[in-house]
Structure formats: structure tokens, C-alpha cells
């Protein structure tokens, strides 16, 4: 089964700086990756995500993450912080199991941008 | 476009309860999939539903049970609640045949239950 690891549990920036959070997976011959976002007190937001092809993936406000089959990674990553950023972010992987997809996720990150 | 909404946003029960939770899903979505996101943690997958039957389930007991309805909403039933099924759930809509190679989930705000 399908597992997702995100390194840091807590990472504080400031603002305009640039920042990465990192994420790895288990191996799998088929994986889909992606990044949510959930802001305080709402449910999840799709950012971003890998299914094929190019292994630069550019999403919603500004993000981009990068496949990386050899290290198995999908790190995060944004040149220019806003304090709008704040929030928890995670880290999921598609797990084709049967006749379905199980979307597993990520401890999360949270991403605190300080002014 | 309507988007995916539960209800209710909060409860309290206590110990050996049961609790119903609902979700409306996003307007031409016919999957549902429910999640319980503990403190501090990611969500975690409860079990998904298609053509109003589970078609798929995490690592969660038999206490744990759902319904989708024709018009493609759903419910999640807790039975015997226990302190630790306090979280937040949370229920996410999809197309079927975009979720077959990675479409998007679509949440809604989530049911924050507190067993006492």
C-alpha cells in the first residue's frame, strides 16, 4: 500500500521569501500525485497535480511542485510568499486498489509566512 | 455550481452514542468519499461510495457505515462512538472516471464531532 511522508511538520517563513516543502512516497509502477491546501476551519483545496508527462507541475496561486521518480519526491515549492499563504498543506498520492482509486494523504505541513 | 456540503458543522455525543452525518455533493458528482482527519493530522481514508454502494474502504471497523442516495448524496454512520472517533470528517466528491487516474477531490468544510 501506498505511503506518503512529509518531512517537516511545521515550517515557518517570511513573507516574500521563497519556500519548499518536501514530500516523498512509496514506490508504486502507477502513482498520481498531489498538493492540498486547507485553510483554517474549511476542508481541503486542490493546488496542484502530477498524473503524467512533464515532471513540472505548475498549480493556483503561484505553486509549483517537481515529480521526481528516483527519489520518489513531489516537493512543493513557491519563489514568493504571501501571509495569504498560511495554511496546512498535504502532501497525497493516488492508490489504485481494485476498481478504485483511494486517495491516501500526507501528515500535513503547516506553513506559517510571518510578516 | 453548488459545491459539497455536510452537515451538521458540529456535535457533541458522548461515549457509546450514534451519530449520523450527512453531505450533499457537488452538482454532476457521483462518487463520495469520506475521510476523519484527527488533530493535527491527515485525513484519513474512511471508505468511498459509487452507484449508491461502497466500493471501497480503509482501515476502519464495521461501526463505521454509509449510505449514497439516488440523488448521489450520502450519509456516514458511527456506531458505539468512542473518545478517539473525535475528528473532523470530512466528505469529498468526484466524478467517477476522473478519479480513475487522478482527477480532483472536492471537499466540503467538514463535521467536527467531539465524543465526551
Known amino acids: 500500500a501506498q505511503s506518503v511522508t512529509q518531512l517537516d511538520s511545521q515550517v515557518p517563513v517570511f513573507e516574500e521569501a521563497p519556500v519548499e516543502l518536501r514530500c516523498n512516497y512509496s514506490?508504486?509502477?502507477?502513482?498520481?500525485l498531489f498538493w492540498y491546501v486547507q485553510y483554517p476551519n474549511q476542508g481541503l483545496q486542490l493546488l496542484l497535480k502530477y498524473l503524467s508527462g512533464s515532471t513540472l507541475v505548475k498549480g493556483i496561486n503561484g505553486f509549483e511542485a517537481e515529480f521526481n521518480k528516483s527519489q520518489t519526491s513531489f516537493h512543493l515549492r513557491k519563489p514568493s510568499v504571501h501571509i495569504s499563504d498560511t495554511a496546512e498543506y498535504f502532501c497525497?498520492?493516488?492508490?489504485?486498489?481494485?476498481?478504485?482509486?483511494?486517495?491516501?494523504f500526507g501528515p500535513g505541513t503547516s506553513l506559517s509566512v510571518i510578516p | 455550481e453548488t459545491g459539497v456540503t455536510q452537515s451538521p458543522t458540529h456535535l457533541i455525543k458522548t461515549r457509546g452514542q450514534q451519530v449520523t452525518l450527512r453531505c450533499s455533493s457537488q452538482?454532476?458528482?457521483?462518487?463520495v468519499s469520506w475521510y476523519q482527519q484527527a488533530l493535527g493530522q491527515g485525513p484519513q481514508f474512511i471508505f468511498q461510495?459509487?452507484?449508491?454502494?461502497?466500493?471501497g474502504r480503509g482501515n476502519f471497523p464495521p461501526r463505521f457505515s454509509g449510505l449514497q442516495f439516488p440523488n448521489y448524496s450520502s450519509e456516514l454512520n458511527v456506531n458505539a462512538l468512542e473518545l478517539d472517533d473525535s475528528a473532523l470528517y470530512l466528505c469529498?466528491?468526484?466524478?467517477?472516471?476522473?478519479?480513475f487516474g487522478g482527477g480532483e477531490l472536492f471537499f466540503g468544510e467538514g463535521s467536527r464531532l467531539t465524543v465526551l
Open positions: 514506490s508504486s509502477v502507477s502513482v498520481y
Open positions: 461510495y459509487y452507484r449508491e454502494e461502497e466500493n
Open positions: 497525497a498520492v493516488s492508490d489504485r486498489v481494485a476498481s478504485y482509486d483511494k486517495v491516501i
Open positions: 452538482s454532476g458528482h457521483n462518487t
Open positions: 469529498a466528491s468526484s466524478a467517477i472516471g476522473t478519479t
